[in-house]
């Protein structure tokens, strides 16, 4: 026996390959620095609404403090079934056809594990969030990317999935509305893109956490499309609609031979979802409607306003349709997303996303959350200004798309 | 709704816990031109549905001596003029914050506010126990506030505890 301070070797080596998430080393440096706005937070800057957080507390007064069966709480899943159908239209039977999991992140990870083989491929846009290409390879499939760009809105098509799947692809995952550029796709472009996974026979993953989040037409929910529900697994939460993130607690839905494989992975690495969580879901679902409202009003007026600050700083912003989050284009600074992200920090200490953290096409722009106060938002957006001018002026900035504050093309004249 | 009385409902929404936001940021977050919403303010605020813009100040952190008490009033109604009359007789002593109709065991709720607890308790003996029409008064005194005008002012408010960047 040798004694040895390198174990690398006895790693997995598909998560030896896994690249740690930009968003985290870049979490590490904002962490460091005090007098910090952040507009990079991908989570609600509400608390949950005391109503939900009361009914917890009283389920632990009642002595809910057990295990729940694998699937979840009956109860909850009666109760997300009655929303889904009132909601969309689409019928779930809560006893085999919903399982309750730890957040939508769980729910992804047992819909990949449940359908992926080894050398099996997994369409996913690009940009978007950043946990579909790690979990598609720690499931031994490959992520083959669907780029998408400010050119089509950030939209997959119908032409785009087609032509990217091969014999080995099993499945789509789309996450509508997206993180982090705050596309959506409308309902005639997901029954496009519908009929090209049922005619391949494909799985259709559909992570919806941000779909009541639509601010701009109705949100689609895929299972409801004809034909549809049988092949998609539906992924939601309580996370972005209810201020719940913290709490850890999702759902899927899909016919019962998926989630009866997903519940068989559920029960042996997660047995159930906490009890305390559930119970706080199910107050949300039964009496949180017009709270979750309230927010949606609120996220939609911050979102005008966002629209204006960019299109006042010359940054051309393509319009987040929802989720919080808007994905401005910052390639006429000439700086990498990295660049622009570290240099704003340091300078103005303002916190936002390099786009690049969620895949490569998201080059070139960042992600800012307006998931913030409207002082915080007013007071970040006056030192992006700044930030701007300032490197206008050292000739960094070459175009600019017009603005009431446009930068001069003599501030840019001066420099060069 | 019509038109404009939606756009008034919308500026009411925004502004009713932000008194702060400028006629540009309310334009921009409605989707209005700067001009309506000056204009749509100016009319709530001369048709009084806007009736004053005031700060939520917790005076006990201060540490200034401040009395306050809710006081129950029952008076008699006054032919032709009900409540009202005595009501805005009440209403225009400037101790007086909010004086408020109520259904059940009295007739008005009235808050005052007092440098101390001793000028409060003067009020209510001499002007308001004293006034013609009041009946009788059960005066509370403010021992600590907790909550005001929708604010936490309590020690452990709910600050954001959420981490700088998350996915």
């Not at chain 1, 303002?350 to 915080?376: H, K, L, M, T, W």
Request: proline content about 4%; aromatic content about 8%; charged content about 25%.
């Amino acid at each position: 026996m040798t004694d040895t301070t390198d174990w690398k070797h006895k790693i997995n080596p598909l998560v030896l390959g896994i690249q740690p998430s930009g968003i985290r080393r870049f979490f590490d440096l904002v962490a460091e620095m005090k007098g910090v706005i952040s507009l990079g937070v991908g989570e609600p800057d509400f608390v949950t609404p005391w109503h939900i957080r009361e009914a917890c507390m009283y389920s632990l007064e009642k002595g809910y403090t057990m295990y729940t069966s694998n699937q979840g709480l009956l109860e909850l899943r009666q109760a997300i079934a009655r929303n889904l159908s009132a909601a969309y239209g689409v019928s779930y039977n809560p006893h085999h056809e919903i399982l309750i999991t730890v957040g939508v992140s769980e729910g992804l990870d047992l819909s990949f594990r449940t359908i992926l083989c080894p050398g099996d491929e997994v369409l996913i846009p690009e940009p978007s969030y950043v946990s579909y290409a790690p979990v598609t390879v720690m499931a031994g499939a490959k992520p083959v990317f669907l780029k998408t760009s400010p050119e089509n809105g950030f939209q997959i098509s119908a032409e785009m999935v087609e032509k990217a799947i091969t014999p080995k692809t099993k499945a789509l995952i789309l996450c509508n509305p997206n993180n982090p550029t705050g596309a959506t796709l409308d309902r005639e472009r997901l029954l496009e893109i519908a009929e090209v996974i049922r005619a391949r026979d494909l799985i259709f993953i559909s992570d919806e956490i941000y779909g009541r989040l639509t601010y701009v037409g109705e949100h689609t929910c895929v299972p409801a499309l004809p034909g549809m529900r049988d092949r998609t697994i539906l992924l939601n939460g309580f996370s972005k609609s209810y201020a719940m993130t913290g709490w850890r607690v999702g759902y899927a839905a899909g016919n019962q031979d998926f989630i009866s494989a997903m519940t068989k992975i559920h029960q042996y690495t997660m047995l159930c979802a906490p009890v305390t969580a559930q119970a706080a879901a199910l107050e949300a679902l039964r009496n949180g409607g017009s709270g979750m409202k309230k927010m949606v009003d609120q996220y939609n007026r911050r979102r005008h306003l966002v629209i204006q600050a960019f299109h006042e700083m010359g940054l051309p912003c393509g319009e987040p349709r929802g989720a919080f989050y808007a994905f401005p284009d910052i390639r006429s600074t000439g700086l990498s997303s990295e660049d622009f992200a570290q240099q704003l920090l340091q300078e103005e200490k303002v916190a936002v996303v390099p786009g690049n953290a969620f895949g490569e096409q998201g080059e070139g722009f960042v992600r800012c959350s307006y998931s913030a106060s409207i002082n915080d938002l007013t007071e970040a957006f006056k030192r992006m200004n700044s930030f701007l001018r300032r490197k206008a002026r050292k000739g960094k900035v070459l175009t600019f798309a017009p603005g009431e504050n446009e930068i001069k093309k003599e501030d840019i004249c001066q420099t060069m | 709704m019509s038109g404009n009385r939606c756009k008034r409902k919308e500026i009411l929404d925004v502004i009713e816990n932000d008194a702060r936001l400028n006629p540009k940021q309310i334009a921009a977050m409605l989707e209005m031109e700067e001009d309506e919403v000056v204009r749509i303010i100016k009319e709530m605020e001369e048709e009084k549905i806007i009736a004053g813009y005031f700060t939520v100040i917790n005076w006990d952190k201060v540490g200034e001596e401040k009395g306050s008490a809710i006081i129950e009033v029952k008076i008699t109604p006054q032919r032709d003029l009900g409540f009202d009359a005595v009501a805005m007789r009440i209403c225009r002593f400037p101790e007086v914050k909010t004086v408020r109709l109520m259904s059940g065991a009295y007739d008005l709720v009235v808050y005052i506010e007092g440098q101390t607890m001793r000028e409060v308790a003067a009020f209510v003996t001499q002007k308001l126990a004293s006034m013609e029409h009041v009946l009788s008064t059960a005066t509370h005194f403010v021992l600590k506030t907790y909550k005001l005008q929708g604010a936490l002012v309590s020690e452990d408010g709910e600050e954001d505890r959420r981490l700088m960047i998350t996915p």
